[in-house]
């Protein structure tokens, strides 16, 4: 489901889907109608016109226009999705609508709102993100976070507003203002974006579970609703945790930050926020000498061989995939330890159920919490919540420390 939202569908066709998963586009038909009601197609077609609908609401694009950058194949294939879906005509459900404006980078914004779960404790993912704010391509402020995109059609921004909502059980709506150079981008863009927010976690679930344990009770009554940090590219994710090896959360920032200098790609024109700069992909790094890279040469070459597996795709960061099996492929590739392929599973391919028992920050936390524990042994009864349990001993740390994670 999470491939069909980025779109795969749309540029791949279902047998591109099947191939990503490893079944026949016959078999995939029959897995997803008997889980969901529906096929590939037909779901495709569901979030062509969610798509579609928010275009129609949300900017000032002539309905042609918007039923190409959704996806649809013909404006008579729109209209009928659209009365179908909705009950109404796209003419309709515009007016009155908001239009959208062209930024001062040339990109046309759009505006949405993303639904989270309540409680979100959006505070708490903002101090996480800011502390590891790459320059150039992200940026932070007042209750407020912004990102560079590499997306399948051009590059893209987003800005998003990241206030606490605390009231459980609830749903609370994320403001989102998107840059686009081509709107066909708009649903991998708004998927990569909920993956970040940690979007489709059932916060109350977890911090029944976790606020169940004596130690971490205090630490759940203090964020409820605390997310585990996704991102928008696994492959940045990846790199970003060999580059924060054994280094400070300000070094790691710093050793990016001359990496996006020398080998990001640059916007056409910098945001308003201060964006300049895509991070470097994969192909990209591969190619870099790593003699030329301003870290320990050990650490360069593992960065260099990780960019190059992915790049030639023996290692994919893709949600579809077994967590275990990704595991282990990384951890055949030099220089890739326990610890950094189990922070790239927690934030690339949001795995819920990853602790970092050697990492200094887990360690620290921990003894402030319960002095003498072990935290692999006492991991095992935050199972199978983990990595939120990771978050809140990281979180629980005084104000200003960095040493917890890339």
Do not use: K
């Amino acid at each position: 489901m999470r491939l069909i939202a980025d779109g795969t569908v749309d540029r791949e066709g279902v047998p591109g889907l099947a191939q990503r998963l490893g079944y026949t586009p016959r078999h995939l038909g029959r897995v997803l109608t008997s889980q969901f009601g529906a096929g590939p197609l037909a779901l495709a077609r569901a979030r062509r016109a969610q798509t579609a609908r928010v275009l129609v609401e949300t900017t000032d694009l002539g309905l042609a226009d918007i039923a190409f950058a959704a996806g649809f194949s013909s404006v008579r294939q729109f209209n009928e999705t659209f009365a179908e879906v909705y009950a109404t005509a796209p003419s309709q459900l515009r007016r009155g609508r908001a239009q959208a404006s062209t930024s001062s980078s040339g990109m046309l914004e759009v505006h949405h709102r993303l639904a989270v779960r309540t409680p979100f404790a959006g505070r708490a993912l903002l101090d996480f993100l800011a502390a590891r704010a790459v320059p150039g391509v992200e940026a932070t402020g007042p209750g407020w976070y912004a990102r560079t995109l590499d997306l399948p059609h051009g590059p893209g921004t987003v800005r998003l507003e990241l206030v606490d909502h605390l009231e459980a059980g609830s749903v609370a709506q994320v403001e989102a203002r998107f840059g686009f150079t081509d709107l066909r981008d708009l649903s991998a863009a708004v998927e990569r974006v909920r993956r970040l927010l940690d979007a489709d976690c059932d916060p109350v679930a977890v911090d029944d579970e976790l606020g169940a344990d004596p130690r971490l009770a205090p630490l759940v009554r203090r964020r409820p609703g605390l997310r585990v940090p996704g991102h928008v590219s696994g492959t940045e994710v990846a790199v970003r945790a060999v580059l924060g090896q054994q280094v400070t959360v300000a070094a790691a920032r710093t050793l990016a930050g001359r990496l996006v200098s020398a080998w990001g790609q640059p916007l056409t024109e910098p945001t308003q926020d201060g964006l300049t700069h895509l991070f470097p992909n994969s192909e990209v790094l591969a190619a870099s000498d790593p003699d030329h890279l301003a870290m320990p040469r050990s650490r360069a070459a593992a960065l260099v061989g990780l960019a190059a597996a992915l790049a030639a795709g023996r290692v994919r960061l893709d949600h579809a995939l077994d967590r275990d099996e990704v595991r282990a492929r990384l951890l055949e590739l030099r220089g890739i330890g326990p610890w950094t392929a189990d922070y790239i599973l927690m934030r690339a391919l949001a795995h819920p159920d990853v602790l970092l028992p050697t990492d200094v920050g887990t360690r620290h936390a921990l003894a402030l919490i319960d002095s003498g524990a072990d935290a692999a042994v006492v991991g095992q009864d935050w199972r199978p919540w983990r990595s939120y349990a990771q978050l809140h001993l990281w979180q629980s740390l005084n104000e200003g420390d960095t040493s917890c994670g890339p």
